[in-house]
Each structure stands twice: as C-alpha cells, then as structure tokens.
C-alpha cells in the first residue's frame, strides 16, 4: 500500500515538477519509494536535514549517497556509497565529515580524483571503474574483462612507466595472439583511463595509447540464415533450462542488446499495448520495443510462473541472469551451428526485416540505432531482396523493349 509521501513522489514524478518532492527528510520509506526517472538521466532528492546529502537515482532505479556542493565556485558531486550499503545514518555522518572538510578550505572530490605518477596501473583501473565507468558505462563489465585478459601483465607498473613504444609492442602481440579486435579494443581502454587522468583527475603525464594505429576492422554481418534456423529452433527447444531458452527468443525476437534482456524488469512492460520500455540503452537513451505476438505469449506464460522483479531472474549478485555462456555453446553445439554470437541474434532480427522489405528508417527504430549509418549494415547482408528488385527491373524493361520472347528463345 503507498504512502502519502509515495503517491506524491509519484505524482510529481508523472507531471514533471521538482519543487516539492525533490528535498524531503530522509527516512528509508520515502528512499524506498523514490521512482526511477523515465526519462533515463539521472534524478537527485535531497535530504532536510544535512547540507548538500542526497540520493541519486538512475532510469534503471539504482540509489547512491552523494554530495552536491559548491566548492571555490565549482559545483562538485562526490560519491558517498550505494543506499542500503550504507544507513541513511551513516551516509550523513559521512557527508557532515565532507561539509567540515569544506568549510576548512579542502576539496574532498578533488582528493578523490586527483592520479599520481606513481599510481599502478591497476589503481588507475580501480580508479576509472569507480569514478568513471561505472557510473556512465552500461558495459562497464566488459571494461573489467579486457583489463584481466590483456592489460593485467602490468598492473603492478607505474603508470609513470609506460611508454607509447611499450603500448605498440602490446598492441602488435595481441593481435597475433587473441586478433586484432581485442587488441584494438584494450588499447582503446588504455586511452580512455588516461584520457580520464589527464582530463579530470589532474594528472600532467603524456597518455602513452594515444596516436596508437588500430587494426583495420571489418564490421561483422554473421545472422542466422534461412537453412539454419530448423536446426537453431529445434536445439533451442529441447533446452531444458526454460529461463535460458526464453531469454534467447526474447532476445532473437525483439533485437534488444544483450544486457537490456538480461536486465529486463516487469515494470518496463505493458502487455495490453505490447510494449517494452526500456529505460537507459547503450547510447543512453530510453527505448520502446514493439512486442510481437510470440514474444508477447512467452512472457506472459512467464509472468504467471514468476514472482520475481526481473522477467529473467538468476542466482547471482545482480538478481537477474547474466549471460548464459555454457547453455548458449550447448544449443549451438546440439544445432550444429558454428561462429554465432547471442549478439548476433540481434542482428538476426534486423537481417530479416530488410529481407521482408522494412525501411532502414524503420529497423533503425526498431534496434534504437542512435543514426542512420548503424543500419546500414542491414541494406547488403542479405542479397535476396536486391537480387529481386534487379529481376523485377530486368523482367519490366525487356517487356517494353520488346525482348522477352528473344532472350527466351536465345
């Protein structure tokens, strides 16, 4: 049952106003009844009683302690911790220490932030992913991949250390060893830590990644094709984990990204317009997925066997399942389908769309492509429609030409 306070946070949420509910006493009910923005940015309440405390809230419903202050004129926000990691107790005393620390003449974010020469490289990393990457990356997990698979060799180096011959050799290895994309990709990395450090967290080195040349890349167009789809669809349902085989048609029929599935919430969905809202995707933009009619019948058969937030609920730390690695290799191998990613079952969708005559305009909306030149892609993948459109055009000029007969004859 909703409080007073909650039906009017999310009545003020709902109508857009920010002069009431957004500076409130904190208690944990009304914290617990703060609403996730729907327009994907972040929202901030602030608390009554200590200057400059509030709650962070992103489109997703994660809640952060911060702090908002001027400091020497400059507006500052410091993270404090993550709501339930910390008391609301706690998260003040620990805002009042920054306050005094203030009022003393420090700058409390810029002793966070600030990166030393002799920092390792693996205490830049901790600092990035904290500051940075969790904060504003979606994929920031994959971030934490590439740092143990190619750049853990140097964690203990001090970042003073590293020199741009030394991220060229690396580079070059790599690219022998684990291919060109995952080199291209960790130096990448690379550069965007000291991009960071030099940019915001006042460090005066040279970033030794930047002007590296990547590897050419070719953009990849694997989707399943016609032949295989008996195969992959037979494999798929003899899958017996019912969560996995769901995420997989969920994912194959509405194009969304890996971890917007996975993430997926109940709240974001509304069955009777056969609709799925999602709050935040990759390029930070919220996005409503049109649900066709299987996708509607598999989750609605979930939504009676589930008491869960998420629609695909799992084991682990995050509450939901995360990318089902072993049964994906499973089915592929029951299926006897090689080089084909979960990715690529989003880009399976949008092969299929242009191959039924959908607009580029229109699979872009479909996918949440941010710009014309994503979609792209789709137009070549698959020669059926073009090879069609060139008959039909051959078919009608030979007709008026007076030539069909000839060249039947011929």
Request: charged share 25%.
């Given at each position: 049952?909703?409080?007073k306070?909650s039906?009017?946070i999310?009545?003020?949420?709902?109508?857009?106003?920010?002069?009431?509910?957004?500076?409130f006493?904190?208690?944990?009910?009304?914290?617990?009844?703060?609403?996730a923005?729907?327009?994907?940015?972040?929202?901030?309440?602030?608390?009554?009683?200590?200057?400059g405390?509030?709650?962070?809230?992103?489109?997703?419903?994660?809640?952060?302690?911060?702090?908002?202050?001027?400091?020497?004129?400059?507006?500052e926000r410091?993270?404090?911790?993550?709501?339930?990691?910390?008391?609301?107790?706690?998260?003040?005393?620990?805002?009042?220490?920054?306050n005094?620390?203030i009022?003393l003449?420090e700058?409390?974010?810029?002793?966070?932030?600030?990166?030393?020469?002799?920092?390792t490289?693996?205490?830049?990393?901790?600092?990035f992913?904290e500051?940075?990457?969790?904060?504003?990356?979606k994929?920031?997990?994959?971030d934490?991949?590439?740092?143990?698979?190619h750049?853990?060799?140097?964690?203990?180096?001090?970042i003073?250390?590293?020199?741009?011959?030394?991220?060229v050799?690396?580079?070059?290895?790599?690219?022998?060893?684990?291919g060109?994309?995952?080199?291209n990709?960790?130096v990448e990395l690379?550069?965007?830590?000291?991009?960071?450090?030099?940019?915001e967290?006042?460090?005066?080195?040279?970033?030794?990644?930047?002007?590296?040349?990547?590897?050419?890349?070719?953009?990849?167009d694997?989707?399943?094709?016609?032949?295989?789809?008996p195969?992959?669809?037979?494999?798929?349902?003899?899958?017996?984990n019912?969560?996995?085989?769901?995420?997989?048609?969920?994912?194959?029929?509405t194009?969304?990204?890996r971890?917007?599935?996975?993430?997926m919430?109940w709240a974001?969905?509304d069955?009777?317009r056969?609709?799925?809202?999602?709050p935040?995707?990759k390029n930070g933009?919220?996005?409503?997925?049109?649900?066709s009619?299987?996708?509607?019948?598999i989750?609605?058969?979930?939504?009676?066997?589930?008491?869960?937030?998420?629609v695909?609920?799992?084991v682990?730390?995050?509450?939901?399942?995360?990318?089902?690695?072993?049964?994906?290799?499973?089915?592929?191998e029951r299926a006897?389908l090689?080089?084909?990613r979960?990715?690529?079952?989003r880009?399976?969708?949008?092969?299929?769309?242009?191959?039924?005559?959908?607009?580029?305009?229109?699979?872009g909306?479909?996918l949440?492509?941010?710009?014309?030149?994503?979609?792209?892609?789709?137009?070549?993948l698959?020669?059926?429609?073009?090879?069609?459109s060139?008959?039909?055009?051959?078919?009608?000029?030979?007709?008026?030409g007076?030539?069909?007969?000839?060249?039947?004859?011929?």
């Amino acid at each position: 049952m909703l409080t007073k306070h909650s039906r009017k946070i999310r009545k003020l949420n709902r109508s857009g106003s920010t002069s009431v509910a957004r500076k409130f006493h904190f208690t944990r009910e009304r914290i617990d009844a703060l609403p996730a923005p729907k327009n994907g940015q972040r929202a901030y309440f602030y608390d009554a009683k200590v200057r400059g405390l509030a709650v962070a809230v992103t489109g997703l419903g994660k809640k952060t302690f911060i702090l908002y202050r001027k400091v020497a004129g400059r507006p500052e926000r410091v993270t404090i911790g993550p709501y339930l990691d910390l008391s609301i107790e706690q998260a003040r005393n620990r805002a009042e220490e920054m306050n005094a620390d203030i009022a003393l003449g420090e700058n409390p974010a810029k002793a966070r932030r600030t990166v030393r020469d002799e920092m390792t490289l693996q205490e830049l990393f901790a600092t990035f992913l904290e500051l940075y990457a969790k904060k504003y990356k979606k994929t920031w997990s994959d971030d934490q991949g590439i740092f143990n698979l190619h750049l853990a060799g140097w964690k203990l180096r001090k970042i003073s250390s590293i020199r741009k011959m030394d991220v060229v050799a690396l580079h070059s290895h790599i690219g022998r060893t684990r291919g060109q994309y995952a080199a291209n990709r960790a130096v990448e990395l690379l550069c965007s830590m000291f991009n960071k450090a030099r940019e915001e967290w006042e460090w005066s080195g040279t970033n030794p990644a930047a002007g590296v040349k990547a590897f050419p890349e070719r953009k990849r167009d694997r989707f399943l094709q016609a032949y295989e789809l008996p195969a992959f669809f037979k494999s798929l349902a003899q899958e017996t984990n019912a969560t996995v085989r769901d995420y997989i048609l969920i994912s194959l029929l509405t194009g969304a990204r890996r971890n917007n599935v996975q993430e997926m919430r109940w709240a974001e969905i509304d069955l009777n317009r056969a609709e799925w809202k999602i709050p935040e995707t990759k390029n930070g933009e919220p996005l409503t997925v049109a649900l066709s009619a299987p996708a509607l019948n598999i989750l609605e058969t979930r939504q009676e066997t589930t008491a869960s937030e998420w629609v695909f609920p799992g084991v682990g730390a995050t509450g939901h399942l995360v990318e089902p690695k072993t049964a994906w290799k499973r089915i592929l191998e029951r299926a006897g389908l090689r080089d084909l990613r979960l990715h690529d079952l989003r880009r399976t969708l949008g092969s299929w769309q242009a191959a039924t005559g959908a607009s580029l305009p229109i699979i872009g909306k479909s996918l949440g492509h941010k710009s014309l030149g994503a979609t792209q892609i789709y137009a070549r993948l698959n020669l059926d429609p073009v090879r069609d459109s060139v008959n039909r055009a051959t078919d009608a000029m030979f007709l008026a030409g007076g030539v069909a007969g000839l060249l039947k004859e011929g």
